[in-house]
């Protein structure tokens, strides 16, 4: 009975944006707008891999919507709403409480709805979301969809997470434990972009399944890369481990053709859009500096390395 309760306690809130059946059936209902491809993902944070066990449990709720909305945005979709599996070791109200406000202060900020899912006992504390979004028929933006010629850019700053989780307690910290998904900027990007991946694992990284997927190379000025003033005095191999292959920056990459850059900057948007580089026909991703050539190898976060 105990599940029942944790639900209508703290997963089961009344305000809903268009929803028509939300928690409590077997399923929910939606009605898909018309015209329109239904875009889903997951991803799963499992405590003390993910994020530590004395995590804010407020900042645990955030992430675990803002890293699926992020998915979402990449597809230059509209995030609708989210499933919740959670496996919870025991039940810890203040944990439950903060978990909760932290989910929905972001699906509030996103205007994304909580519709369902599934709470068990288990020994280790993990969250599995399922995000849902829409998006026009056949307006999606893929990683295959590169071309010989696009510029290669990024939206805010990369690296801020990475030095975050090396210097704990820092004012940065709340780019690691509150990512901003590009929401908005995202589903502007469907009219521009040709390919684009959000920023989980390192800029090197996920900018590498982008030419594998378009089978295209890129040459990226690492001169050019956004960084916050925090990270400005750092020695210049910290600063690159932190901003190639450092993860969890929740960013957007994304290519398009200098045409399109153009009619993309003369638009008003509140996210800081970088030019990084350039799709190249050469495979592999290179580096300039100072118009130089540069030797680097990063390598971004692997699960099972
Ligand atoms: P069933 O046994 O039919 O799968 P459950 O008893 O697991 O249903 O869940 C009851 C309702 O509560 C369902 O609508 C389900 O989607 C919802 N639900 C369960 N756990 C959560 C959760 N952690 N967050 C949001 N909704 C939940
Ligand atoms: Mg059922």
């Known amino acids: 009975m105990a599940e029942f309760s944790i639900i209508d306690t703290y997963f089961n809130r009344k305000n809903q944006y268009s929803v028509d059946l939300g928690v409590g059936d077997d399923s929910a209902l939606l009605t898909p707008p018309p015209q329109q491809q239904l875009v889903i993902c997951a991803d799963t944070l499992v405590a003390g891999r993910h994020f530590p066990l004395d995590t804010n449990p407020h900042a645990v709720g955030w992430k675990s919507v803002a890293v699926n909305l992020s998915d979402i945005?990449?597809?230059?979709?509209?995030?609708?709403?989210?499933?919740?599996?959670?496996?919870l070791p025991q039940i810890d109200h203040a944990w439950l409480k903060g978990f909760s406000q932290g989910l929905y202060d972001c699906c509030d900020q996103f205007g994304v709805s909580l519709i369902g899912g599934d709470t068990t006992q288990s020994p280790h504390l993990t969250i599995s979301v399922t995000a849902l979004g829409w998006i026009e028929q056949g307006k999606s933006v893929l990683r295959s969809g590169a071309k010989v010629g696009d510029y290669i850019c990024v939206s805010g700053t990369v690296g801020d997470a990475a030095f975050a989780l090396h210097h704990l307690g820092h004012l940065l910290q709340k780019r690691l434990d509150y990512p901003t998904p590009r929401c908005e900027l995202g589903n502007i990007l469907k009219n521009y972009a040709?390919?684009?991946?959000?920023?989980?694992?390192?800029?090197?990284?996920?900018?590498?399944?982008?030419?594998?997927?378009?089978?295209?190379?890129?040459?990226?000025?690492?001169?050019?890369?956004?960084?916050?003033?925090?990270l400005e005095n750092l020695e210049q191999n910290k600063l690159l481990q932190y901003t190639l292959a450092g993860g969890d920056d929740y960013e957007l990459c994304f290519t398009l053709s200098p045409e399109k850059y153009e009619a993309l900057k003369s638009n008003k948007i509140d996210t800081p859009i970088t030019k990084i580089g350039k799709i190249t026909q050469e495979l592999g991703l290179h580096f300039t500096q100072n118009n130089q050539l540069q030797l680097l190898e990063f390598n971004g976060y692997q699960h099972f390395a």
């Open 194 to 230: 040709n390919s684009m991946i959000d920023i989980s694992d390192g800029l090197a990284q996920d900018l590498g399944h982008i030419l594998k997927a378009s089978n295209v190379g890129a040459i990226l000025d690492i001169d050019q890369l956004p960084i916050s003033p925090e």
């Open 73 to 87: 945005a990449a597809m230059g979709a509209k995030p609708h709403s989210i499933l919740l599996a959670l496996s």
